[in-house]
């Protein structure tokens, strides 16, 4: 384990909470990663974009001791110096559940006040009530999905020299694949997820990105550290004149984690898809 990172919870026997306490989360800095992959400290980004949370355990007590539920959405700016790390963040969420609030309101705020804290920037919260978020019908990713391709893949291996071009003509495409899965930097579980890639360029080999796509199954890293490595691989080794890399994770303890990379277009609202 990084030694970096072993300071964690995750991984560790936790007791957990019975009142709210903002210290329980931990962020990770997310230059850990950038170094690696060609993003150098202090230089400006190559791509814009969020980290969408959804949290589908949230409760607390209001002022009479009430029960509430919540479905919460949070935006973490790839800007921001931390990244937070999953399980305290669940851990965290738990702290609300035996404590007193005044109004949605106040929790709302006070989730922002301490997630913005951790993550060294401004985090965007939205509170619906199970109501409201019923309402929101499953969606799908946009676009062609490369999964159904007549291939035979041998290594499960992440590979980014598998990644090639099937000509030079200037194509705008937007393509998917439900296949993405990789494991828990520091548990080994793992990470189930879709991901987009859209791009304009140089037209992209189908089977190749698809068994790139695949040799990420083996390879331990945190969602957001794998999406960015996704990004730089593809901008690194095919030259498109624009990106966006977009990965929608399902959920593990209440929580599913949804990284947007674009250099060219905003963060969208979020559709859930029929796994999250």
Not at 80 to 106: C, G, H, M, V
Not at 136 to 153: N, R, S, V, Y
Not at 211 to 234: A, G, K, P, T, W
Not at 246 to 274: C, H, K, Q
Request: proline residues 7%; aromatic residues 10%.
């Amino acid at each position: 384990m990084n030694e970096s990172l072993a300071h964690l919870n995750l991984g560790q026997p936790t007791a957990y909470p019975t009142q709210y306490d903002a210290s329980l989360l931990q962020g990770v800095q997310r230059q850990l990663n950038r170094t690696p992959i060609g993003l150098a400290e202090g230089q400006p980004l190559p791509f814009h974009g969020d980290d969408i949370w959804h949290g589908y355990e949230l409760s607390w007590l209001n002022s009479n001791g009430l029960p509430q539920v919540a479905v919460a959405e949070f935006r973490v700016p790839a800007t921001s110096t931390n990244l937070i790390e999953s399980k305290s963040f669940k851990l965290y969420l738990n702290s609300f559940n035996d404590s007193r609030w005044p109004s949605w309101q106040a929790v709302s705020e006070q989730l922002s006040i301490d997630l913005s804290q951790c993550a060294g920037a401004p985090v965007g919260v939205q509170l619906s009530t199970v109501q409201q978020a019923q309402r929101k019908a499953f969606g799908d990713l946009p676009g062609h999905c490369i999964d159904d391709q007549p291939i035979e893949i041998t290594s499960y291996d992440y590979s980014p020299e598998l990644l090639k071009l099937s000509s030079h003509d200037i194509v705008e495409e937007t393509l998917h694949s439900h296949l993405l899965k990789s494991n828990c930097l520091i548990t080994n579980q793992p990470d189930w997820g879709s991901v987009l890639i859209r791009y304009r360029g140089p037209a992209v080999d189908h089977a190749a990105l698809l068994r790139y796509i695949v040799s990420f199954r083996h390879h331990n890293e945190f969602h957001e550290q794998c999406v960015e490595r996704l990004y730089m691989d593809i901008k690194e080794r095919l030259q498109p004149e624009q990106l966006t890399v977009y990965a929608r994770y399902t959920r593990r303890g209440g929580l599913d984690i949804n990284p947007f990379r674009s250099d060219f277009e905003p963060t969208p609202e979020s559709v859930r898809l029929s796994r999250q």
